[in-house]
């Protein structure tokens, strides 16, 4: 059974940086494209950034795009996403997700596996 763990979401002030790591087990995580995904308040989960299997790949959505940075270690099942100059607009809850494949791509409905999200709120 695949499991992914996100950590290291919390409250933090506008401007300053935080670092999300997503911790999987159950399945050889170096097989997995990975992603971020992200879900305001009654809105629709949104992507934020994905990276391929061995980390030489990534993409970013327009919003996040010089501010966010994905990345992976392989040895640690764990793929990460460092946040800088955060905004209020950034508080969502952000999810880790898994294709098991090599594909990047942005839609949500085409991960397999996804973890139960951690909370990021952004004060102003």
């Known amino acids: 059974q695949v499991q992914l763990v996100e950590s290291g979401g919390g409250l933090v002030q506008a401007g300053d940086s935080l670092r999300l790591s997503c911790t999987t087990s159950?399945?050889?995580?170096?097989?997995?494209?990975m992603a971020w995904f992200r879900q305001a308040p009654g809105k629709e989960r949104d992507f934020v950034a994905t990276?391929?299997?061995?980390?030489?790949?990534?993409y970013y959505a327009d919003s996040v795009k010089g501010r966010f940075t994905i990345s992976r270690d392989n040895a640690k099942n764990t793929v990460y996403l460092q946040m800088s100059s955060l905004k209020p607009e950034d508080t969502a809850v952000y999810y880790c997700?898994?294709?098991?494949?090599?594909?990047?791509?942005?839609?949500?409905?085409?991960?397999?596996?996804w973890g139960q999200g951690t909370q990021v709120t952004v004060s102003s």
């Open positions: 990276i391929s299997r061995s980390g030489a790949t990534t």
């Open positions: 159950g399945r050889t995580f170096s097989r997995a494209s």
């Open positions: 997700a898994a294709r098991w494949d090599n594909v990047i791509i942005t839609r949500d409905s085409a991960y397999d596996d």
